[in-house]
């Protein structure tokens, strides 16, 4: 297994609970295993770093996100075979450290740790002071049965947990809440409708971590204020806004810069429909979280397609079908095309170019209903190569097996391209599966047109 443990630097002074909670879902998008132990967040990723790009990939990743959560240096990360190894290790480490508990042995690691990293020895410290120990390593040393007596069974149940010396005790997985609404107290009141986009901004942010750890998105959240109790009595008790998206997404930098328009809007009203007192407290709901569906990225760097709504405008980039649509009409519609698959016997035929439309994509286009017999080849040769023979053998990079055919084709009369052959599926001991033809045509002269794989 492969635990992870999170430690957050300086906790607020509100409690763990309140520093773990959008934490814990910002983690549950990396896995399913997440849980609370103690004062940290463990995550077991044994089944996710595969996915994820291995340990030192995901780790990246991992110390990019949390310091643009909490900051940089804002909590240590301890690797380790078992959930109170890592807990351990993340103790003992810096604020800001990566420590990896999972390059030499186990106890070899444990040992050289102070002995309060775990809790149990940490609530007995006065004792194990006086006895003069420092270490984990001072502490196994000690007769079993002795500190039994002096701390309870408990002290040497957790120091055999965190050795592997027995059995991980089972976990309680954190799962995300079904719905989302979360408030918060502002430090001041603030009758500055612009104002408010510092406070709501971690609300924002904690709704995006929740669909995350749900792999949702929301095309619509509601945010709400609540009026200071000392307002005019003709005065509700609060307002709302409703931030919708044109398709859902939990992009928090979208929702940041819809909120910002938002806010703006309210400050330039009239007192009437604006703030109408000074705001208290903010809270924010999710209205719907909508399942999303994976989409793969594009190639193209400039194509928002891959991502949340609006990527391209973060980087000042048009998005792809923008630029192509600002091409046809500098260059000509004839030069921007796309390919489009043709129903077509002829592999050469198979695929026409025409003019780019946006709002066509090629996925959408009709494919051609007889699918081939035999593997299609990878790349096709425009023109086909003339192959030379001994008798009837095709040679190419010597003789060639021929493993299927003949697939005779003879259609193409009615356009200025007619075609009689016979295809086969031929290897090469040096160029692997090929694509070859006879032309049924005097001199019946052999061809490669593809490779296959």
Do not use: K
């Not at 604020?95 to 050289?112: H, I, N, S, Y």
């Not at 502490?139 to 040497?156: E, F, K, M």
């Not at 017999?373 to 790349?379: F, G, L, Y």
């Amino acid at each position: 297994m492969r635990w992870l443990a999170l430690l957050r630097a300086a906790a607020p002074a509100s409690g763990a609970a309140a520093w773990t909670e959008p934490l814990l879902w910002w983690a549950l998008q990396f896995t399913p295993r997440v849980t609370r132990l103690e004062d940290g967040l463990l995550l077991e990723l044994a089944a996710s770093l595969r996915l994820f790009g291995g340990q030192q990939t995901l780790q990246q990743r991992l110390l990019q996100e949390l310091g643009e959560l909490l900051g940089p240096g804002g909590a240590t990360l301890a690797w380790a075979p078992n959930s109170l190894a890592a807990l351990a290790l993340a103790r003992a480490g810096q604020a800001g450290e990566v420590l990896d508990g999972l390059l030499q042995p186990l106890p070899q690691t444990l040992d050289a740790l102070p002995f309060p990293v775990l809790s149990q020895a940490a609530a007995h410290a006065p004792l194990l002071a006086r006895l003069g120990l420092r270490s984990l390593a001072d502490l196994r040393r000690l007769p079993r049965a002795q500190l039994a007596r002096r701390t309870g069974p408990g002290l040497l149940r957790q120091l055999d947990r965190a050795y592997g010396e027995q059995a991980d005790a089972g976990h309680d997985w954190c799962v995300a809440p079904e719905r989302f609404e979360a408030r918060r107290e502002l430090p001041m009141r603030s009758e500055d409708a612009q104002q408010l986009q510092q406070y709501a901004e971690p609300l924002l942010r904690a709704a995006c971590l929740w669909l995350a750890a749900r792999h949702a998105g929301a095309a619509e959240l509601q945010l709400g204020w609540t009026y200071d109790a000392m307002r005019a009595r003709h005065i509700g008790p609060g307002g709302l806004l409703r931030l919708t998206a044109h398709e859902p997404h939990r992009d928090f930098g979208v929702w940041q810069r819809l909120l910002r328009e938002h806010l703006q809007q309210l400050g330039q009203r009239d007192p009437v429909q604006g703030l109408q007192a000074p705001v208290s407290e903010l809270w924010l709901q999710v209205e719907q979280a909508v399942p999303l569906q994976e989409r793969s990225a594009s190639l193209l760097a400039a194509d928002g397609a891959g991502g949340g709504a609006g990527d391209a405008d973060d980087a000042g980039r048009e998005s792809l079908p923008q630029l192509l649509t600002r091409l046809g009409v500098r260059l000509g519609p004839e030069q921007v095309r796309q390919a489009e698959p043709h129903d077509d016997h002829r592999p050469e035929c198979q695929q026409r170019w025409r003019p780019w439309q946006a709002g066509r994509a090629v996925q959408d286009l009709p494919l051609p209903a007889r699918p081939s017999q035999w593997p299609a080849p990878s790349w096709l040769l425009n023109p086909p190569t003339a192959l030379h023979a001994l008798g009837d053998q095709p040679m190419y990079l010597g003789s060639l097996a021929l493993l299927a055919g003949p697939h005779r084709i003879e259609t193409g009369w009615w356009d200025a391209h007619p075609v009689r052959r016979d295809y086969y599926l031929a290897h090469s001991p040096r160029a692997g599966l090929l694509w070859i033809f006879r032309d049924r045509t005097p001199p019946h002269t052999w061809y490669l047109q593809g490779q296959v794989g």
